[in-house]
């Protein structure tokens, strides 16, 4: 409420409309964090919507079946991890080198964390629902997908500006890294330590030859 001060008629304040499209990443940004402890099948789309505080009715406004929902989370996902890869593997103040280790690292430190929040989407779903939803698994492709390749656009930043010693086959090489951090994440989640990130890491170092 605001109150003017010459007089004390009181002014409803005035809320700010939240449009179609903020209204639908909003759900999707609510749902994340509860998909992320429950995966995609133990979630119903009452939870989510109670916790978005968005009516039932209203849910097939935004997404026409819980399937293409699932479709929509995975794509803000990859937009948002994709824009964050950006960020880091620009920066060509630093070698080549010293970003693909410093996103490694990151990698490690957050998926070996108790932190839910810092997660990965894909390594929570991709065995999940790859079998139950074709669409879900294109979308698990295609985002893993573009990934490797902004790995190996990094790694021949790096063969360019003599960070990484050659010969190295960037698209070969980004693809095995990726294959085997993933891979070691799932690790992580079934033994509850991160000796298998730790393993990655060395297998990394040796394979770019940094080590």
Request: glycine share 6%.
């Amino acid at each position: 409420m605001i109150i003017e001060m010459n007089s004390p008629r009181i002014i409803p304040a005035i809320t700010p409309r939240i449009t179609r499209t903020d209204m639908r990443q909003h759900i999707l940004d609510t749902a994340k964090p509860i998909i992320l402890g429950k995966g995609f099948s133990a979630v119903g789309l009452n939870e989510i919507l109670r916790a978005a505080d968005v009516p039932k009715g209203s849910f097939y406004h935004y997404f026409k079946s819980k399937e293409l929902f699932g479709v929509a989370l995975l794509e803000s996902y990859f937009v948002d991890y994709l824009a964050y890869i950006d960020r880091l593997f620009r920066n060509r103040d630093v070698p080549a080198a010293q970003r693909l280790i410093s996103y490694w690292s990151s990698w490690l430190e957050s998926q070996a964390s108790d932190d839910m929040q810092g997660k990965c989407l894909a390594v929570k779903l991709g065995g999940e629902v790859s079998d139950l939803s074709e669409a879900m698994r294109e979308a698990l492709q295609h985002g893993t997908d573009q990934i490797i390749a902004q790995l190996a656009i990094c790694i021949r930043d790096g063969l360019e500006d003599g960070s990484l010693a050659e010969p190295t086959d960037a698209d070969h090489t980004a693809l095995i890294l990726y294959e085997l951090w993933l891979g070691a994440t799932l690790l992580t989640k079934m033994r509850r330590n991160r000796s298998a990130m730790e393993n990655a890491m060395t297998a990394t170092l040796k394979m770019l030859k940094l080590s």
